[in-house]
């Protein structure tokens, strides 16, 4: 008997639905979920996605589902104040992608299969942080803290000036590390280096791995606003061409270390800002290499984007939009900006979470 026509269609679609992330990952892309919501851990498994990264802001989605109520009560009646709870829920549901994605840890040998923590955004806050020194310490205490006993469990640090002193000591003590909210090539520069110093001290190198994430949406963002005079074909190009070029740095300056495990960039931030771009935008210019951590929602249109994807990532613009980007961007201030946008993006959502904590708190002590 013939299929019926709906169901061509439908057995059509789950095909071109798969091929899509699948041509994505085999160009050499690792797929990592920017979500550690224990649902969407599965369903991107399932589809080929080899490690996850959390943040505050994941965490307060999460908890505002009313999903986790039940654990939160749980470490309420343990008689945890707001920010004991915010750390145990995280680590719990940490604990609980590490789970997922460990058989890929072991399977390449610590080269994939990690869940990233961040360390304390409060830190940075600009207006309680501690002073430099502390902050440096505390990292260090912090990271030793939340790696302890975890082999596929990276930690995030910022590379902000005191995260940025503080990786030399933790690469130094084993830790697996996440250098995050990198925006330039200086940035990129200090914590590689610094990383590196720490992990010769070592006995072993056999088990570093490092990874760098550079920021890609927000320099577009940066470039509309503040660089307007950009033509049409170098605008929306910034945070494209200066990942590229981490991209080749990090490639060419661990080429020569003789490393067991691969020290990789992470294309991050790399959902579209703008709503005439094609969600996949910067997940096909990034495709071939390294590890892209994508929204849930960014890999779902990828999956049903019906593209067949093609290494691009060693492929840049013309010399024309490069020069012209060299010629009009001011790297140094965009830095400055951006870190300065995000410090506060870094600790405000930690607050919200500890607010969000303390009302649920209340809700859940009336039954």
């Not at 803290?145 to 990786?167: C, E, S």
């Not at 090539?185 to 720490?198: F, L, T």
């Amino acid at each position: 008997m013939a299929m019926p026509q709906i169901q061509r269609n439908v057995l059509k679609g789950a095909c071109f639905v798969s091929d899509s992330l699948k041509s994505l990952i085999a160009t050499g892309t690792k797929l990592w979920l920017d979500s550690i919501d224990p649902d969407l851990v599965a369903e991107n498994r399932a589809r080929g996605a080899t490690g996850a990264t959390s943040n505050p802001i994941i965490v307060s989605d999460l908890l505002k589902t009313g999903r986790f109520d039940e654990q939160l009560d749980g470490f309420r009646s343990q008689g945890l104040d707001d920010e004991a709870i915010a750390w145990a829920m995280t680590d719990q549901l940490v604990r609980q992608a590490q789970e997922v994605f460990h058989s890929v840890w072991k399977e390449t040998r610590g080269n994939d299969g990690y869940v990233s923590f961040e360390l304390d955004p409060l830190l940075e806050d600009l207006e309680l942080g501690p002073p430099h020194d502390e902050r440096v310490a505390r990292y260090i205490e912090l990271g030793k803290q939340w790696a302890a006993g975890h082999d596929n469990r990276m930690i995030k640090v910022p590379a902000t000036p005191a995260g940025l002193d503080a990786l030399e000591d933790l690469a130094a003590a084993g830790i697996t590390l996440n250098v995050t909210l990198i925006f330039s090539s200086q940035q990129y520069h200090a914590a590689r280096e610094a990383v590196w110093r720490g992990a010769q001290k070592r006995d072993s190198v056999q088990n570093f791995k490092s990874v760098y994430s550079i920021f890609v949406s927000r320099l577009d963002v940066y470039s509309e606003k503040h660089v307007p005079e950009l033509s049409e074909a170098a605008q929306g190009q910034v945070g494209i061409v200066n990942a590229k070029r981490l991209w080749a740095d990090n490639a060419a300056y661990w080429k020569d270390k003789n490393l067991p495990l691969a020290q990789e960039i992470i294309f991050a931030s790399t959902g579209t800002k703008k709503p005439e771009d094609p969600p996949w935008k910067y997940v096909a210019a990034f495709a071939g290499s390294d590890i892209q951590t994508n929204p849930p929602a960014t890999n779902q249109t990828v999956l049903h984007s019906g593209r067949e994807f093609t290494a691009e990532v060693a492929n840049f613009p013309s010399d024309e939009i490069l020069a012209e980007i060299d010629a009009k961007v001011d790297f140094e201030r965009l830095e400055q900006v951006l870190m300065e946008e995000g410090l506060r993006k870094f600790a405000d959502p930690q607050k919200a979470l500890l607010e969000l904590i303390a009302a649920k708190r209340q809700t859940l002590a009336l039954g």
